[in-house]
């Protein structure tokens, strides 16, 4: 005798299974830092570590928790992340927009292609002198710094979306007469955005380490600066706060970026 199956019981069992799949990934994904954590804890309470240069995550915590109750934290991590938007801002902006130009005219991708690919590999930190010379040590030096360091990735990225484009596109809208604001908005902009994506994905990566450098060279605030002066008066518990920050906001911001993904690009 055959058995029939109900195609709505079968969605259904597919879908729990489905649920508990995500739900065995989530809690993966924060078991891991808790048994990081325990770990460390255990092997600094115990001695197996020196507590003097790892101190116990609870250690950690306590003094998060100090610095934030006497406002001493409030002003590094507004300051750093004032500093981060800023140069974001300003080195992802004309990356999207040089990016597309090249993708789209061949004498613009010939003549920068040299020069972007010439200045890329040298480190940003690398040229500090310079900007430092030019912008002083206020915060256009910090801002111009951490915009040099995203706007690479972002050009790179954006300029080979549009190259990536299948020519048909460019052809129809062509014989139908596509404005160039069309060619930008239309085809050229949605066309590039997965690559897009993935280069200010890259490029709030190195914002985060730049920012870091940056700021433990001419600073008075900032995470950098909590870190390196922290570093230099052996305050371990306090440098460690000011790395943990740095991870969390990090994966803040990739999380962020990766639900911006999936609003834009759902078939991903």
């Not at 990081?36 to 092997?43: G, K, N, R, S, T």
């Not at 360091?149 to 020519?167: K, R, Y």
């Not at 909590?226 to 990090?250: E, H, R």
Request: aromatic share 12%; charged share 15%.
């Amino acid at each position: 005798m055959k058995v029939l199956h109900n195609p709505v019981e079968t969605e259904k069992q597919e879908w729990k299974k489905e649920r508990r799949r995500q739900k065995a990934k989530t809690a993966l994904t924060v078991f891991s830092p808790l048994f990081l954590l325990l770990i460390w804890e255990f092997l600094s309470r115990s001695g197996l570590i020196d507590a003097r240069f790892f101190p116990p995550p609870t250690a950690i915590a306590a003094t998060f928790v100090d610095m934030l109750v006497s406002g001493e934290l409030f002003g590094h991590i507004r300051i750093s992340l004032f500093r981060i938007f800023a140069g974001f801002l300003l080195g992802a902006i004309p990356g999207i927009i040089l990016g597309l130009f090249m993708g789209l005219y061949a004498p613009i991708r010939h003549f920068l292609s040299p020069l972007i690919m010439a200045l890329m590999p040298i480190p940003t930190l690398a040229l500090l002198p310079i900007i430092l010379i030019l912008f002083g040590i206020g915060e256009t030096s910090k801002v111009v710094t951490i915009a040099g360091s995203v706007f690479f990735p972002v050009v790179i990225n954006t300029a080979a979306g549009v190259l990536s484009i299948d020519s048909m596109y460019l052809d129809v809208a062509k014989n139908y007469g596509a404005s160039r604001k069309d060619f930008f908005l239309k085809i050229a902009l949605p066309g590039s955005l997965p690559f897009m994506l993935e280069g200010i994905q890259m490029g709030q990566a190195i914002a985060l380490l730049t920012i870091v450098a940056a700021e433990m060279m001419g600073a008075r605030s900032g995470i950098g600066y909590l870190i390196w002066t922290s570093y230099n008066a052996f305050l371990l518990k306090d440098m460690f706060v000011g790395l943990i920050l740095i991870s969390f906001f990090g994966y803040l911001f990739s999380l962020l970026l990766r639900a911006l993904q999936r609003k834009l690009l759902p078939w991903r």
